[in-house]
């Protein structure tokens, strides 16, 4: 790499040496040490990430920078695979947004987890977590990103099951671990793919070669972006994976703020947008993301609609907004799903750090009909909350507005499918902003439901990032899409403005606001002007609300589907069937031929040859059966073919 | 240094023996016989570790090569040498020594005296069969292999050690029968037992093919039964179970599959070919198989041995790929295997030494009293499940692209379905072992973290296991440089099953690329 220095692998590698100070002497060392080793490793990552940042923009340093002689990994036959790192627009944005948001609530950590058994352990899985997160962003090849990307997963694994004597934070866990596996599967088959067809997995060599021959499109590109995208709806909660992310709430909240809402879950819209020139030559696989995203957009709001756990509503919400990423994705506008990602993490962060904070002031309690009117106890918690909850909800001028009104703009100008995503897109706003309000008066106005719980403002350390995010959940979208997608553009490409007039844009947008607004007021009449109606609505469609509360009985109905008949074919087919009676059987079979043999031959031969000849005949009789099974027909049929002439002769 | 290059593979060879021999002589009192036997493993490992130190990586051959003749009468030769497929398997059967005498130090607590001779005796044979080259002679190492192993069970079995044995004996000594034959028919073709002279001659073409497609398959046929592959693996639950954790961890795998590679590929390339759309669809077979039985079992033993036929399928199907990724993936990953079953077993020992029960069910909220024992299960288990950065995801990444992009993708895309297969029964497993909830088993006993011997055991397996992951070119240079052999090119011969659509859809796009 020629210009100066980026201390690009120290981005990763200080998170690490973190990780391996505290997991491996966390216990014995003094918990201001553990602190101490815990911050400043975040810290110095995100030090390194500014000065990058101040020579990107101060124009000292060309990019993309590529590392070309980065330290090798994999060396085997044609393969080569190496660390190397690739420093761009895209990966400058992630790296300001991990390494900042997530310094941010390493500090909170410290107070949150102030009390909590296994502190280094949690600090030890944090810093892991950050050093698999950066390098996931800055991997110059696909398999280096799997790397990263199977790494926050570990570290979520952990993070999840950190109360491992809880057994739902074990199952949890493990759930999460397992169905991102499925979309693991995806990646590594379009890793299969793209090493089959393009011969490389380098992300910069990937975009030569698609750049130098336009005429690809369709076919096998479909089927690597597909598999990618199948990888991508694993990491990013999409349906049909999403399941695992709710469940992820069992995790510490700070966690639940950066892994499962800030920076990993969106780990799938990275990939897409990192890999974008492979998927802009497949329309196809461009129309599924904006489906799915549409679809899991519309489906996890009306889950969170009747949700009861503080914590659970924003889950839902974060699988929503990640659909919206999704739909940016689909509709080409990168910048825009990237935009959306970065005031996401902001506004999310900063609502899943203020539900810690009111759960930290109840003692642990996470039930939103027990709380009520705690904006006077926890005023700062409620006012930065408030930002959070005008920013998701997409009133002008929050953070939020700015980013979803660029992915449905970009979204109506894509022809018949577009408006109907539109149309979804702006009605699950209406939704968000119901739901997020619901959640505002039912945790902080209102009369206190519960008497017994005392209420208490947390400490600075958690309430400091609260205010910085409540900052940027306001301004963090003004620099507004066209100067970020400019930004961008070099990275993932224009957006796309193709039809667009900025009359047009103004009136999308307004119609969006003025669904915001009727959200809050249908969730200001029947959560704080009559809050005796919800109970009524609920049993009045009382289907429809079961189904809701139900969350569509989709994990039902993957158990009854999916894992159910697995382990049942496992059990009675595989091992009853197959393992027990036929193959044990055989094996029985064979060992009484063969001492029984023995027991004949004894008879007319002596000498200590005997029982050689038995094993030999046994042997014999295992052959026969091998050549007397009518193997090639049998294979014959699966497709092998073998070539066994003198097997049953040449003539046949 | 010559001298010693000389004769270091004879020295790795009879530094054991000559420890059985001093345990077998000295008197059985106290723990004398597990020092001495961890003196000489620890001695012998030394020894393996001056292979790689003075292998020559890209010398294409055998290095550190002895041939002398020795019963001449009959043309058998002492020839012993290493090239990349056996140098570090060599080593790491070195390796493994020592952690098996550490894992038995306290699970041993009568007649040590015949465990530690003979678990040297097994050391010995191990590493007669890696490294001889003289077929008669590799065959004596491989029998002598099973003779202490199946005493070992029968006398240390947990249960029922003398049905396991039999099963095991049954299971391993029939096929051998077979082989002997197969390679007495050899000699009494070619006059000659030595590896090297064998593989040209037979290369020529100058024996009978229909003949020799039998004798390939006696030899195919014996190694199958001792990797093992499905659906010969019906020996392995019940000696996984009975046999004691420093023979659990050797008694499968590494054997089998590197006389597959030596003795079935490397000796006969044309039956080779042919076999390997079978050998294919089995191991794809068994790669599913096992991990759809692992998920179902109850008992902690059964689990890791349908794991293990999970596992050992996988580096079947990169051998009978025929890719030079693919084998270089096998032989990788029968280290890993190796480094990451020993673990395992270390492990599970602890358990089962502290709890006495191997049902699953028993289990529940370990890690609250072995929070150090569940570190490093979590550790194991997550390498055995492929997560990069660690020695696990190496060879499967080796084995399963070279199988997608060299053999077939059909092939390849279902036995990837291993990534989620192997994920749930693992994390299951060390979720009903560790976590949860205290049961009344774990919360009744008192018991003690890991000992000293443990940790000693465990922490150099750990750790090769993270260097192993992320570099694995300290290995794979000198592994590839034992590919001086000619049929193990890319071959594209094999059939195409399942998806095609997408078989087709990769086609055109492979014209595109072009």
Redesign the interface.
């Known amino acids: 790499m020629n210009g100066p220095l980026l201390f690009l692998p120290l981005i990763p590698l200080l998170p690490f040496a973190g990780f391996l100070l505290n997991g491996l002497f966390g216990s014995r060392l003094p918990k201001p040490l553990v602190t101490l080793i815990a911050l400043l490793a975040p810290l110095g990552s995100l030090a390194i990430v500014v000065h990058d940042a101040y020579l990107y923009w101060s124009g000292a340093l060309a990019v993309p920078a590529i590392e070309h002689s980065a330290p090798?990994?994999?060396?085997?036959?044609?393969?080569h695979i190496d660390f190397g790192f690739v420093f761009d627009q895209l990966s400058l944005t992630m790296l300001l947004i991990i390494t900042g948001v997530g310094f941010l609530i390493h500090i909170y950590s410290v107070g949150y987890m102030a009390h909590e058994e296994g502190y280094w352990r949690y600090f030890a899985y944090l810093n892991l977590f950050l050093f698999f997160m950066t390098v996931l962003v800055l991997a110059g090849n696909a398999?280096l990103m799997?790397?990263g990307w199977?790494?926050v997963g570990?570290a979520s694994?952990l993070l999840i099951?950190f109360y491992?004597?809880?057994?739902s934070?074990?199952?949890a866990?493990?759930k999460a671990?397992?169905v991102n596996?499925?979309g693991?599967?995806g990646f590594?088959?379009g890793?299969?793919?793209l090493?089959?067809?393009?011969?490389t997995l380098s992300f910069s060599e990937i975009a030569t070669?698609l750049a130098a021959?336009p005429?690809?499109q369709g076919?096998?590109?479909?089927?690597i972006a597909l598999c990618l995208l199948l990888g991508a709806t694993g990491k990013s909660a999409q349906l049909p994976l999403y399941v695992w992310l709710p469940d992820a709430m069992e995790g510490p909240t700070p966690v639940s703020a950066l892994i499962h809402a800030a920076t990993m879950v969106t780990a799938g819209v990275y990939m897409i947008a990192r890999n974008h020139a492979l998927f802009d030559r497949s329309p196809l696989a461009l129309t599924v993301i904006a489906i799915v995203g549409t679809a899991t957009a519309l489906l996890a709001a009306t889950i969170a609609l009747v949700q009861t756990d503080i914590k659970r509503v924003l889950a839902y919400s974060t699988v929503s907004q990640l659909g919206y990423m999704f739909l940016g994705c689909g509709v080409a506008a990168y910048s825009a799903a990237v935009f959306h990602l970065m005031t996401h993490a902001f506004f999310k962060a900063l609502l899943f750090l203020a539900a810690g904070s009111v759960i930290h002031g109840l003692g642990g309690e996470q039930d939103l009909r027990k709380m009520g009117g705690l904006r006077k106890k926890m005023p700062i918690t409620f006012w930065t909350m408030t930002a959070a909850v005008f920013a998701i909800a997409g009133f002008f001028p929050f953070a939020g507005f700015f980013s979803k009104d660029a992915i449905l703009y970009a979204a109506f100008l894509q022809g018949t499918n577009g408006k109907i995503f539109w149309a979804v897109g702006v009605f699950t706003a209406l939704l968000t902003s119901f739901y997020m309000f619901r959640l505002w008066y039912l945790a902080f106005l209102g009369k206190p439901r519960s008497p017994e719980l005392h209420p208490h403002e947390s400490p600075w350390s958690m309430l400091g990032p609260l205010v910085i995010l409540a900052a940027l959940s306001v301004g963090g979208g003004w620099i507004g899409i066209e100067k970020f997608g400019g930004f961008l553009s070099p990275a993932v490409g224009p957006m796309p403005t193709k039809g667009g007039s900025s009359s047009l844009e103004l009136t999308l947008s307004i119609a969006a606001v003025a669904l915001a607004i009727v959200g809050w007021l249908i969730a200001h009449l029947l959560y704080f002007a009559k809050p005796e109606k919800p109970a009524q609505l609920a049993a009045s469609v009382s289907g429809p609300y079961k189904l809701l509360l139900n969350k569509y009985w989709v994990d039902e109905l993957y158990g009854a589907v999916i894992v159910k008949p697995?382990?049942a074919?496992?059990?009675f087919l595989?091992?009853w069937l197959?393992?027990f009676a036929i193959?044990?059987g055989l094996?029985w079979l064979?060992?009484g031929l063969?001492m029984l043999s023995g027991a004949i031959l004894q008879k007319w031969q002596s000498g200590n040859l005997r029982s050689?000849a038995a094993?030999?005949a046994?042997?014999?009789a295992?052959?026969l059966l091998?050549a007397l099974v009518p193997?090639t027909s049998v294979?014959a049929n699966?497709?092998?073919?073998?070539?066994?002439v003198?097997?049953y002769g040449a003539g046949r | 240094m010559n001298a010693f290059n000389d004769s270091i593979l004879t020295l790795i060879l009879l530094v054991p023996l000559a420890g059985a021999l001093l345990i077998a002589l000295l008197p059985d009192r106290g723990k004398l016989p597990a020092w001495l036997a961890l003196i000489t493993a620890l001695v012998t490992f030394g020894f393996t570790l001056h292979l790689p130190a003075h292998f020559i990586v890209g010398q294409p051959g055998f290095q550190f090569e002895v041939n002398r003749p020795w019963i001449e009468s009959i043309g058998i030769s002492y020839h012993v040498g290493v090239d990349g497929l056996s140098l570090w398997l060599v080593v790491l059967t070195g390796l493994l020594a020592p952690i098996g005498v550490l894992a038995s130090w306290n699970a041993i607590k009568e007649r040590r005296k015949i465990f530690y001779a003979l678990f040297l005796v097994q050391q010995t044979a191990m590493v007669g069969v890696f490294i001889s080259l003289d077929l008669m002679v590799y065959y004596g190492f491989w029998e002598l292999s099973l003779i202490p192993m199946a005493i070992l069970i029968a006398m240390y079995g947990r249960k029922d050690g003398a049905k396991a044995a039999l099963k095991f004996f049954l299971f391993t000594f029939i096929p051998s029968a077979p082989l002997l034959v197969a390679i007495l028919w050899l000699y009494a073709h070619t006059g000659t037992f030595n590896f090297a002279e064998l593989q040209p001659l037979i290369a020529s073409g100058a024996l009978p093919a229909g003949a020799l497609f039998w004798v390939a398959l006696a030899f195919l046929f014996a190694f199958a039964v001792k990797v093992p592959i499905f659906p010969l693996h019906g020996w392995l639950a019940d000696a996984f179970s009975e046999a004691p954790v420093a023979l659990a961890m050797v008694i499968a795998g590494k054997l089998g599959l590197y006389s597959m590679l030596r003795f079935h590929v490397g000796l006969f390339p044309e039956q080779t070919k042919q076999i390997a759309p079978l050998l294919i669809a089995l191991a794809v077979i068994g790669i599913l198989y096992g991990a759809f039985l692992a998920l179902v079992q109850r008992d902690y033993w059964r689990l890791v041995s349908f794991g293990a036929v999970s596992h050992f399928s996988l580096i079947v199907l990169g051998i009978y790929g025929l890719t030079l990724i693919g084998r270089d993936g096998a032989i990788y990953q029968t280290l890993n295997q190796g480094i990451m079953e020993g673990a395992l077993f270390v492990l599970l020992g602890v358990l089962y030494s502290r709890y006495e029960s191997s049902q699953i069910a028993t289990f529940g909220g370990v890690a609250a009293k072995l929070p150090r024992a569940a570190a490093f299960f979590v550790i194991t288990s997550l390498a055995m499940i492929g997560l990069p950065m660690l020695n696990g995801f190496i060879g499967e990444f080796l084995i399963l692209s070279s199988t997608f992009t060299g053999v077939s993708k059909g092939w390849a895309i279902v036995a990837t379905l291993s990534v989620i297969l192997g994920a749930s029964y693992a994390l299951w497993l060390v979720q009903r072992l560790f976590y949860g909830p205290e049961s009344p088993l774990a919360a009744e006993k008192p018991v003690v973290d890991l000992r000293i011997n443990e940790w000693i055991a465990l922490v150099p397996l750990a750790v090769l296991m993270l260097v192993m992951g992320i570099a694995p070119n300290i290995w794979l240079p000198s592994i590839e440089s034992s590919m001086n052999q000619p049929q193990t090119k890319q071959t594209a011969s094999s059939p195409h099953l399942a998806l095609p659509a997408l078989a087709q859809a990769v086609a055109s796009g492979k014209e595109a690329t072009r």
């Open positions: 090798a990994w994999i060396s085997a036959g044609t393969l398999l799997f790397v199977e790494g570990l694994y099951g491992f004597k809880r057994t934070a074990a199952d866990g493990k671990f397992v596996r499925i693991d599967f590594l088959i890793i299969f793919l090493l089959a067809n393009f011969g070669k021959n005429g690809w076919g096998v590109l479909t089927c697995i382990l074919v496992s059990r595989l091992e197959v393992e193959l044990g094996a064979l060992a063969a050689y094993w030999l046994a042997g014999a295992a052959l091998f193997w294979l699966f497709g092998i073919h073998l070539n066994l003198h097997f």
